[in-house]
């Protein structure tokens, strides 16, 4: 597509239940990215994928967190037995990578644990 | 290790420049941006300067970076109500492709 894809763009979840979310990044960009924007914070790097390469899962908050990428391009975000404190909006991006490197965001996945 | 600091808020009355600051730690960094996040939008690549610059401008936009001091500045000529939103520098450096962000900076112009 044209742009960085992301669903749901909007998810309400009852504590406890896990959630899935998704990523299409655009044609072509090697790099995949999420983060996490909580209400009146910045960006929270969450992990990154590169290629084949190993993901940089450092940013994780917890082991409830994981995700994957599936033939280099769509990516899921999975959060298992939410938490109130995962509210967030999570934010996927794509880049070509390098030392340029203009990351190209989606509109976001607004996440509300109840 | 990266650490990038930015002011909260900024008004400012439609016409007038706007200044926004952010300061950075990492000295290898290599390229350093602006993104504008309107409200319930992600984020939008507004520009990018390369580290061995001092300034770039785009239309309206004037990026300003003092590599000694580790400050970085964008500046709106002419705000227009369409400005208003969060601006958030980053920046990324060698070996490390994940941008660091700072916390963004909330613009509000006054009609």
């Known amino acids: 597509g044209a742009g960085v894809s992301q669903s749901p763009s909007n998810k309400v979840t009852e504590k406890g239940k896990d959630v899935e979310l998704r990523c299409d990044p655009i044609?072509?960009?090697?790099?995949l990215y999420w983060y996490r924007q909580s209400l009146g914070q910045g960006l929270e790097f969450l992990i990154y994928?590169?290629?084949?390469?190993?993901?940089?899962k450092s940013g994780l908050p917890s082991d409830r967190f994981s995700a994957e990428r599936t033939g280099g391009s769509v990516s899921t975000l999975t959060i298992q037995r939410t938490q109130q404190e995962d509210s967030a909006v999570y934010l996927c991006?794509?880049?070509?990578?390098?030392?340029?490197?203009?990351?190209?965001f989606g509109e976001g996945s607004w996440l509300t644990v109840v | 290790g990266e650490d990038v600091e930015q002011s909260l808020f900024l008004s400012v009355r439609e016409g007038d420049s706007s200044v926004i600051n952010c300061t950075y730690t990492?000295?290898?960094?290599?390229?350093l941006y602006w993104y504008k996040q309107e409200p319930g939008a992600g984020l939008q690549l507004l520009t990018y300067?390369?580290?061995?610059?001092d300034m770039k401008q785009d239309q309206r936009l004037t990026v300003l970076l003092n590599k000694k001091d580790k400050h970085l500045s964008l500046r709106i000529a002419d705000t227009q109500t369409g400005d208003s939103a969060i601006y958030f520098c980053a920046e990324s450096s060698y070996g490390n492709n994940r941008l660091a962000f700072g916390k963004g900076n909330q613009v509000v112009v006054i009609p």
């Open positions: 990492d000295s290898s960094s290599t390229y």
């Open positions: 044609s072509g960009h090697t790099a």
């Open positions: 991006a794509s880049s070509l990578g390098g030392a340029l490197n203009t990351i190209y």
């Open positions: 300067i390369f580290s061995n610059m």
């Open positions: 994928f590169q290629g084949n390469s190993a993901p940089d």
